[in-house]
């Protein structure tokens, strides 16, 4: 491109924050496929093989991105502390989305499958709900909308406090259970 060095460098945030927001992104896919094992009855052995690479591609990203921030603050001194400290919180939340994704792998290759469970539908609707969440947080990220961050961190605190309940009303159940 003529002219190519009059273009402003990317600062090492922006660049950060693109690739979590691919880290998302791959979060998101591991999270669907996961996902389509355990409630559609997907061929986990089809599968497997793509969640596994996409994990150790995440917890890779991960680890250098923190790297590069614990060598950042070290040499701009603590400065941009709060925001270096907010993308190592950041980057192992999203590593453990990928942990989590294995989990769900795990459950269906030992035989578990919500396929033909009565409330499959509540299941993949809640999975849908989830799987949007990621786009809207890579988006949030992206614009860095604080009111946005606020509502969908309180969204979230919620669905957790949902999920929880339902856990707890399941384990409680008197019903049969595979």
């Known amino acids: 491109m003529p002219l190519s060095f009059l273009k402003r460098a990317e600062s090492p945030f922006e660049r950060i924050s693109h690739e979590t927001i ?12 996961a996902s389509a094992v355990l409630l559609a009855g997907a061929d986990a052995s089809a599968i ?3 969640i596994r690479a996409t994990d150790e591609r995440i917890n890779a990203t991960e680890q250098r991105l923190r790297s590069e921030l614990v060598v950042h603050v070290s040499v701009r ?5 709060g ?9 192992k939340k999203i590593e453990r989305i ?3 994704a294995k989990n769900i792998l795990d459950l269906a290759e030992e035989g578990i499958s919500l396929a033909g ?3 499959v ?6 999975r849908q709900e989830i799987s949007q969440m990621y786009v809207e947080a890579a988006d949030v990220l992206a614009t860095g909308d604080a009111e946005r961050a606020a509502a969908f961190l309180a969204r979230t605190k919620e669905m957790n406090a949902d999920c929880e309940r339902r856990l707890h009303g399941y384990m409680q159940s008197d019903e049969p259970g595979h």
């Open 77 to 81: 001194g603590g400065e941009d502390i």
């Open 117 to 119: 469970a009565d409330d």
């Open 22 to 33: 691919a880290m998302l992104g791959d979060a998101r896919h591991s999270f669907d496929l």
């Open 121 to 126: 539908a509540d299941f993949n609707a809640r």
């Open 83 to 91: 925001l270096v400290l907010g993308y190592t919180l950041l980057l």
């Open 48 to 50: 497997g093989a793509d």
């Open 98 to 100: 990928g942990d989590q």
